[in-house]
């Protein structure tokens, strides 16, 4: 049954009802039924329907067009994901065996030997003694030892002599004593007597002395090394001597 509002007819209750039903499926397309005119309420009844009808069946292209492009934007991420997480693994894996290669080669280096604690200084060497004296020549203490002992002090200071030249003059002057003295000669009579083994005055004795003998006229090295000091600067040697010089 119509009803009748301002000259416009509204749709019958079987209307609404299937209008109701279309909205629930295809949402916005209730909107269609707007109210119209009352001489055209039976085309719109009938024209109406077929409108919404293929308005509705045109939203389930367009929904089913949308549902299957959501589909594949959904299969498309989850592609996406899935070649990421693949590849993510694979990094992975690489990363994993590139540490193992790493930690075999760190293993395979030679261990570097312990660092030596450092070397103790060396304990101070005890200062060097003083160069002991040379040890002293022995010479036996008679004619022959005297005679050598002086040899030695006249090679060491430049002064020629021999060991026959020396022994000959020593026994015509004092037969080898060496406290000998002359209190008869012209050297007593001035009061200059000759003395000990070779017979030299005292003047004559402390004007030739040789260093590093004994002062002492007595003394035969000091006696033969002075005698023989005066006799090369006066005859050129003691072996040039033959008589009382």
Same mark, same amino acid.
């Given at each position: 049954?119509?009803?009748?509002?301002?000259?416009?007819?509204?749709?019958?209750?079987?209307?609404?009802?299937?209008?109701?039903?279309?909205?629930?499926v295809a949402g916005a397309a209730a909107?269609?039924?707007?109210?119209?005119?009352?001489?055209?309420?039976?085309?719109?009844?009938?024209?109406?329907?077929?409108?919404?009808?293929?308005?509705?069946?045109?939203?389930?292209?367009?929904?089913?067009? *949308?549902?299957? @492009?959501?589909?594949?934007? +959904? /299969?498309?991420? =989850?592609?996406?994901? #899935?070649? $990421?997480?693949?590849? %993510?693994?694979?990094?992975?894996?690489?990363?994993?065996?590139?540490?193992?290669?790493?930690?075999?080669? *760190?293993?395979? @280096?030679?261990?570097?030997? +312990? /660092?030596?604690? =450092?070397?103790?200084? #060396?304990? $101070?060497?005890?200062? %060097?003694?003083?160069?002991a004296a040379p040890v002293k020549k022995?010479?036996?203490?008679?004619?022959?030892?005297?005679?050598?002992?002086?040899?030695?002090?006249?090679?060491?200071?430049?002064?020629?002599?021999?060991?026959?030249?020396?022994?000959?003059?020593?026994?015509?002057?004092?037969?080898?004593?060496?406290?000998?003295?002359?209190?008869?000669?012209?050297?007593?009579?001035?009061?200059?007597?000759?003395?000990?083994?070779?017979?030299?005055?005292?003047?004559?004795?402390?004007?030739?002395?040789?260093?590093?003998?004994?002062?002492?006229?007595?003394?035969?090295?000091?006696?033969?090394?002075?005698?023989?000091?005066?006799?090369?600067?006066?005859?050129?040697?003691?072996?040039?001597?033959?008589?009382?010089?």
């Amino acid at each position: 049954m119509r009803s009748t509002v301002s000259g416009y007819s509204a749709l019958s209750k079987a209307h609404k009802f299937s209008a109701a039903g279309l909205v629930t499926v295809a949402g916005a397309a209730a909107l269609t039924f707007a109210l119209v005119p009352q001489a055209q309420a039976a085309d719109v009844q009938s024209a109406g329907v077929k409108t919404v009808s293929l308005s509705a069946q045109e939203f389930g292209v367009t929904q089913d067009g *949308e549902l299957a @492009k959501a589909a594949d934007d +959904a /299969a498309g991420q =989850a592609q996406v994901k #899935a070649k $990421a997480a693949v590849k %993510a693994e694979v990094k992975a894996k690489a990363d994993a065996a590139d540490r193992e290669r790493a930690s075999r080669s *760190e293993a395979r @280096k030679p261990m570097k030997p +312990a /660092a030596k604690p =450092a070397a103790k200084p #060396a304990p $101070a060497k005890p200062a %060097a003694k003083a160069a002991a004296a040379p040890v002293k020549k022995a010479y036996a203490d008679n004619l022959d030892g005297w005679i050598s002992e002086s040899l030695d002090i006249l090679r060491a200071k430049g002064i020629p002599a021999s060991y026959d030249g020396i022994k000959r003059n020593i026994m015509r002057e004092s037969t080898g004593n060496p406290q000998a003295i002359n209190d008869w000669d012209v050297n007593a009579v001035n009061g200059v007597p000759s003395k000990g083994l070779l017979q030299i005055i005292d003047p004559t004795f402390k004007a030739y002395h040789v260093e590093g003998t004994s002062w002492n006229i007595y003394d035969p090295v000091a006696n033969i090394t002075a005698s023989c000091n005066y006799a090369a600067d006066k005859y050129g040697s003691m072996d040039n001597v033959n008589s009382a010089y």
